[in-house]
Structures are given as C-alpha cells and as structure tokens.
C-alpha cells in the first residue's frame, strides 16, 4: 500500500515537471520567434495654422506582431526643409504597445514662419516649401532588447504669408473755406494663395506731424488671392478749427509728410486659419490730388 502511495505521487510529481517543462518550452520557443515590430506614418492632420505658425501632427502607427506586449521606450525626429534639417526632437515617455495588435502613437512638430523665413530665405516667395520627416521609434522587447525603427515620410508644407497694409494716397474730392473733403487710399496686399477678408480696421493720419484724422470701420472687403485690394476712405477736415496752415495745405500742390497708423482684422477664406489683427505703420510723402 505504502508502495503504492510512492509511487502515485512520483507520477504526480513526474507530471508536474512535464507540463512544466514543456509550457517552458513553449515559452521559450515564443521568446526565440520574436519578431521586430513594423512602423509608418499613417496620417498627418494639422492641428493649428496661424500668420505666425503651422502645426502638424504625424500618426505613427506600429505593429506588434509578437504575442507578447512591447514597452514604447521613445522616439526621436529630425524634420527637414528642403533637404536640411530645420527642428529636431525626440521624447522618452514610455507606453505600452499591444500584443498582436496595433497601436498608434503622435509626433507632434510646430513650424514658427518667422523662424522658417529667416532659415530659407528663399521660400518667403513660394507657396509651399518640401518637407521630410526622419525618425526613429524605440521599443523594448525580449531577446531584441532596446529596437530602433525607422520611418520617414515627406511631403508639402503650405507657407502662409501675412498680408500688407500700405498707405497708397489722398484725394481731394470738395474744397470750401471752412471744409475739405477728401479720400484716403489703402492698399492691401494678398501674396497668398487663398482669399482676405477685412472685417475691421483703426487708423490716424498725421500730415506733417498734426493728427488730421482718425477712424475706424466694419467693412468687409474681399481680396483674391496673389492680389491688391485699394480701400477708400472719406474724412473730413474743419479748416475753421485746423487753420489757414491746413488749408494752404490742402489747395496747394506740395508734398506733405505722413505717417499712417493704426491695425486691421483679416479673415481667410481657409476655415482652420483664426482671424489676425494686423499693425500698420506707414510713413512716407505724398501729394493730394485732385
């Protein structure tokens, strides 16, 4: 009997380092057929576009082929223009990455204009500028250790330009001993490849250094793209209050001094582009005309 006990649990003991040993087996052989996980860029969306700046955002998406989970140690990224590298970065947050599965991760890359202009000068008079991106993402894995992977993706990137606000003259349009009547001329200059409205604007005149007018206004007037947009503005002058000065000023044929100040509200005809308050501030000489 006490013969037989032994021999029950030998079996049972027997059986136990079998499935062990074959579950290890198993283990093992699924650490030997590890794989190197895959990665591309998905998508690339933009998340922001100002006068200022443009952001965009690369969907990287990674395959895990293994059944086993893989740790996202980081990435690193080196964006270029034009074939020379303009920003780089990398980050080291760690995620995990599915077993058998997919998962999606972010890069996230800001492009300042001011920054990119004064890079390439160059690409001030182009619409779009080439851009590749370069990186690497890293993952952790059993037996493959620390992994690089590469990815690389290029493409268009649009340059906006912001728009200019010149001060392009004065016409008199009615002359009296005590009034004038004239009109001021603004320029607007589109030197992109979408449409401007102008939603509002504030100004001064300064004719040889004394305020001859200030104003503002609503108007919304549309300027095509790559083109000029002349805005009339009707002022009127009190002689009576301003002077015999303003008035020689007005009637004679003479070049004044101006300064043109003030700022404009632009909006676009791209919905993700915000509306932008231009500044102005224009000097220069000029002669009214009649």
Same mark, same amino acid.
């Given at each position: 009997?006490?013969?037989?006990?032994?021999?029950?649990?030998?079996?049972?003991?027997?059986?136990?380092?079998? @499935?062990?040993? &074959?579950?290890?087996?198993?283990? %093992?052989?699924?650490?030997?057929?590890?794989?190197?996980?895959?990665?591309?860029? +998905?998508? @690339?969306?933009?998340?922001?576009?100002?006068?200022?700046? @443009?952001?965009?955002?690369?969907?990287?998406?990674?395959?895990?082929?293994?059944?086993?989970?893989?740790?996202?140690? !980081?990435?690193?990224? $080196? &964006?270029?223009?034009?074939?020379?590298?303009?920003?780089?970065?990398?980050?080291?947050?760690?995620?995990?990455?599915?077993?058998?599965?997919?998962?999606?991760?972010?890069?996230?890359?800001?492009?300042?204009?001011?920054?990119?202009?004064?890079?390439?000068?160059?690409?001030?008079?182009? $619409?779009?500028? !080439?851009?590749?991106?370069?990186? /690497?993402?890293?993952?952790? *894995?059993?037996?493959?250790?620390?992994?690089?992977?590469?990815?690389?993706?290029? !493409?268009?990137?649009?340059?906006? =330009?912001?728009?200019?606000?010149?001060?392009?003259?004065?016409?008199?349009?009615?002359?009296?001993?005590?009034?004038? +009547?004239?009109?001021? =001329?603004?320029?607007?200059?589109?030197?992109?490849? &979408?449409? %401007?409205?102008?939603?509002?604007?504030?100004?001064?005149?300064?004719?040889?250094?004394?305020?001859?007018?200030? /104003?503002?206004?609503?108007?919304?007037?549309?300027?095509?793209?790559?083109? =000029?947009?002349?805005?009339?503005?009707?002022?009127?002058?009190?002689?009576?209050?301003? /002077?015999?000065?303003?008035?020689?000023?007005?009637?004679?044929?003479?070049? *004044?001094?101006?300064?043109?100040?003030?700022?404009?509200? #632009? !909006?676009?005809?791209?919905?993700? #582009?915000?509306? @932008?308050?231009?500044?102005?501030?224009?000097?220069?000489? #000029?002669?009214?005309?009649?």
């Amino acid at each position: 009997m006490q013969n037989r006990s032994i021999i029950k649990t030998f079996l049972n003991i027997l059986f136990i380092a079998c @499935v062990t040993y &074959f579950a290890g087996c198993a283990a %093992l052989q699924e650490i030997a057929n590890i794989k190197k996980p895959t990665a591309i860029v +998905d998508r @690339v969306r933009f998340t922001g576009m100002t006068f200022d700046a @443009v952001d965009l955002a690369f969907d990287v998406k990674i395959n895990n082929p293994n059944p086993i989970a893989a740790t996202l140690a !980081g990435f690193d990224f $080196d &964006f270029l223009i034009e074939n020379k590298s303009f920003l780089t970065g990398n980050q080291t947050n760690q995620t995990t990455i599915a077993s058998n599965g997919e998962s999606v991760i972010n890069i996230p890359v800001s492009i300042p204009f001011k920054q990119l202009f004064n890079t390439y000068k160059s690409i001030s008079q182009q $619409d779009s500028a !080439g851009f590749q991106l370069k990186s /690497g993402i890293t993952v952790q *894995l059993p037996v493959l250790g620390n992994t690089r992977i590469p990815i690389s993706y290029s !493409g268009k990137l649009p340059v906006l =330009k912001l728009p200019k606000v010149d001060f392009a003259g004065i016409n008199l349009k009615k002359l009296s001993l005590t009034r004038a +009547d004239l009109e001021l =001329k603004m320029n607007v200059d589109n030197p992109n490849t &979408f449409g %401007l409205n102008t939603k509002a604007y504030n100004f001064k005149l300064f004719i040889n250094d004394a305020n001859w007018a200030n /104003g503002a206004a609503n108007d919304n007037i549309q300027v095509r793209q790559k083109s =000029k947009q002349t805005i009339a503005i009707p002022i009127s002058l009190n002689l009576f209050e301003m /002077g015999r000065t303003a008035h020689d000023l007005v009637s004679g044929n003479r070049s *004044l001094q101006y300064r043109f100040v003030g700022d404009m509200n #632009v !909006g676009t005809t791209i919905p993700m #582009v915000g509306d @932008v308050a231009i500044p102005f501030d224009r000097t220069g000489n #000029v002669t009214i005309t009649r």
